[in-house]
Nanobody
Framework: QVQLVESGGGSVQAGGSLRLSCAAS??????????MGWFRQAPGKEREGVAI?????????DDSVKGRFTISRDIAKSILYLYLQMNSLKPEDTAIYYC?????????????????????WGQGTQVTVSS
């Protein structure tokens, strides 16, 4: 069973930056086969896609974060590290942020950042942006 552990959340003022990390391990298949994504869920709202990086390193972002957030990944010592660099944070970015993994090669091929395409999830990390 894939294990995903997020870290790096916290509280920041509007305009500030945070870098989220996700350490992924226990892959059933080669870790290079997995597409990865960041999703978020604000209180009273549905979980929504933030950014996806597929197994070919193609990236896709939600319009609300384009130009402010950057998704990237790295592999070291059999651990896949997924990152989300978040700049120019806004109060509306406040949410629990989740790391997720999928064996789909193009999970965002429809143009949507669809959480249902990702079966493996971390426990989430809270990001709070104050005005």
């Amino acid at each position: 069973q894939v294990q995903l552990v997020e870290s790096g959340g916290g509280s920041v003022q509007a305009g500030g930056s945070l870098r989220l990390s996700c350490a992924a391990s226990r892959f059933t298949y080669s870790m290079g086969w997995y597409s990865m994504g960041w999703f978020r869920q604000a209180p009273g709202k549905e979980r929504e896609g933030v950014a996806i990086i597929d197994r070919d390193d193609n990236t896709r972002y939600d319009d609300s974060v384009k130009g402010r957030f950057t998704i990237s990944r790295d592999i070291a010592k059999s651990i896949l590290y997924l990152y989300l660099q978040m700049n120019s944070l806004k109060p509306e970015d406040t949410a629990i942020y989740y790391c997720a993994a999928s064996l789909l090669r193009r999970p965002s091929s429809t143009g949507l950042l669809d959480p249902t395409k990702f079966p493996y999830w971390g426990q989430g990390t809270q990001v709070t942006v104050s005005s």
